[in-house]
């Protein structure tokens, strides 16, 4: 069983950089596929970037490419997504998910494990 606790949103203004972080327990943080998702007040909840288990490969949602940064420490059990150049568009709850299995993982039900949430606004 794996926790998964973010941490780092709050609010900023457009042009701005946030780094949200991903705690999680369990010994076997360094064999999940990790992502991170978010969901704005009456929209779905939509695929933002994965990362494979060393983080060397990494895939982002089209929207973010370029702005985002998805990364982790295995020896810290720790995801991040650093986030530049922030729009108002990027204004959501940023969730953190992980699966045991799989590669690049785009889809929320290929997941098996989420955190809370943290919410992040960007104002305009």
């Known amino acids: 069983q794996v926790q998964l606790v973010e941490s780092g949103g709050g609010l900023v203004q457009a042009g701005g950089s946030l780094r949200l972080s991903c705690a999680a327990s369990?010994?076997?943080?360094?064999?999940?596929?990790m992502g991170w998702f978010r969901q704005a007040p009456g929209n779905e909840r939509e695929f933002v970037a994965t990362i494979n288990w060393s983080g060397g490969n990494t895939d982002y949602a089209g929207p973010v490419k370029g702005r985002f940064t998805i990364s982790r420490d295995n020896a810290k059990n720790t995801v991040y997504l650093q986030m530049n150049s922030l729009k108002p568009e990027d204004t959501a709850v940023y969730y953190c998910?992980?699966?045991?299995?799989?590669?690049?993982?785009?889809?929320?039900?290929?997941?098996?494990?989420w955190g809370q949430g943290t919410q992040v606004t960007v104002s305009s």
């Open positions: 998910a992980g699966s045991t299995k799989g590669w690049l993982l785009k889809n929320s039900y290929e997941y098996n494990y």
């Open positions: 369990g010994r076997t943080f360094s064999r999940h596929i």
